[in-house]
């Protein structure tokens, strides 16, 4: 684990309608779901809440490109959604590339037996897991942190 930095963070998976909170222990050993969020004007202060409830030394939050690494319609939404979490906390807020990590929620639940339509209240919070576990992975090989920051300067 060299270089690994100590220390609970939440995994953020922005989508339109909800937003799946996922969080890690502080030796980063198991990323488990938190909570699905309301995507609406009260979600950010949600978060934020969460983050301090749990400690959390950084936010990551799922950047959606395609599988070229291109944006998508959805990631100027996380992009300013991720500016807001910074501006608005003070935390070190990073976008994750979280590519496929929807697909991968769906497949795992699909797995254990549930219908999609049973699994829609909690995906979101799935593919929070996902993007946070492979985040912390990431991070444990590398020995630097995932993705980019984001700036904390008010937008």
């Given amino acids: 684990m060299t270089g690994f930095r100590r220390g609970a963070r939440l995994g953020i998976d922005v989508g339109r309608a909800r937003v799946g909170v996922a969080r890690c222990d502080p030796d980063g050993l198991l990323a488990t779901p938190v909570e699905t969020v309301p995507r609406d004007d009260a979600a950010a202060a949600r978060i934020l809440a969460l983050a301090e409830e749990y400690s959390a030394i950084e936010l990551l939050v799922g950047?959606?490109?395609?599988?070229?690494?291109?944006?998508?319609?959805?990631?100027a939404d996380a992009r300013e959604f991720a500016a807001a979490l910074a501006a608005a906390s003070g935390l070190p807020v990073r976008l994750?590339?979280?590519?496929?990590?929807?697909?991968?929620?769906?497949?795992?639940?699909?797995?254990?037996?549930?219908?999609?339509?049973?699994?829609?209240?909690?995906?979101?919070?799935?593919?929070?897991?996902?993007?946070l576990q492979q985040a912390l992975d990431v991070e444990k090989s590398t020995g630097r942190p995932p993705g980019s920051a984001v700036s904390q300067e008010p937008a």
């Fill in 63 to 75: 950047l959606p490109l395609n599988l070229r690494g291109e944006d998508t319609a959805s990631t």
């Fill in 96 to 131: 994750v590339d979280e590519r496929l990590s929807t697909v991968s929620a769906h497949a795992a639940l699909r797995d254990s037996g549930r219908s999609q339509r049973s699994s829609r209240s909690i995906v979101d919070q799935v593919a929070a897991v996902v993007l």
